[in-house]
């Protein structure tokens, strides 16, 4: 499977953002997805996941009522939408498919996109 991130870029705190991963190679319909960020210096810290039929999602405490992940099927491709984005969200944003839905963990993840920046100013 081969990922590829798209949408990072420069946001403003309190705007909004969309990150899609599109996938080829193979269908993610089997796969759970997750996202995860990593900004300098820091480690690769789980975001979010969702379930691979999109039934289910769970969230990191700094994503949950801002961030939304889902998934279409049709496109073979995975969302994060971004709203009201902070400062501290600033990273590059991965997505990446494992075989079960519910990991935090980046060591469960098979396979990982390249990635895509996301800076916010305040």
């Known amino acids: 499977v081969t990922l590829v991130e798209s949408g990072g870029g420069l946001v403003q705190a309190r705007g909004s953002l969309r990150l899609s991963c599109a996938a080829s190679?193979?269908?993610?319909?089997?796969?759970?997805m997750g996202w995860f960020r990593q900004a300098p210096g820091n480690e690769r810290e789980f975001v979010a996941t969702i379930g691979s039929g999109g039934v289910g999602a769970y969230y990191a405490h700094s994503a949950k009522g801002r961030f939304a992940i889902s998934r279409d099927s049709a496109k073979n491709t995975v969302y994060l939408q971004m709203n009201s984005p902070k400062p501290e969200d600033t990273a590059v944003y991965y997505c990446a498919a494992a075989s079960l839905f519910g990991y935090t963990s980046p060591s469960r993840y098979n396979y990982w996109g390249q990635g895509t920046q996301v800076t916010v100013s305040s």
């Open positions: 190679g193979r269908t993610l319909s089997s796969y759970a």
